[in-house]
């Protein structure tokens, strides 16, 4: 059971160095939540550190406390289950992908608030 899915944030142009976020639960609501703390972080979009820790943040606040729900990995490839669409913020070039389709995060945040 669960609604597995995974969150990646590029903060280089380096895919490697890529921060997935995974979650046992956020599935069904994964891009409202995605969007949710995009928006949190709006005012660090110009700087990845920042922005990628708001984000994350905020990806992960329902489980602060507790030691499962979430795990953090770094890498290119999507390493845990995904039972839904791909997700990746891309801070280096402010976009945001859902699925197949790239947007400006501008333009997806109007679109979806």
Known sequence: MGARTNYTIVTTDNPDQNINIYSHWDGDDSEYILQ???????PRWADPSYGAR?????LTKWGRDSETGYGIYIGSEVQAE?????KQINLVNSTVTIGNTQYDLDKWLLAVV
Not at 54 to 58: E, F, K, L, T, V
């Open 36 to 42: 949710e703390a995009v928006l949190a972080a709006k």
């Open 54 to 58: 708001i984000i994350i943040d905020q």
């Open 82 to 86: 995904e039972q839904y669409e791909y």
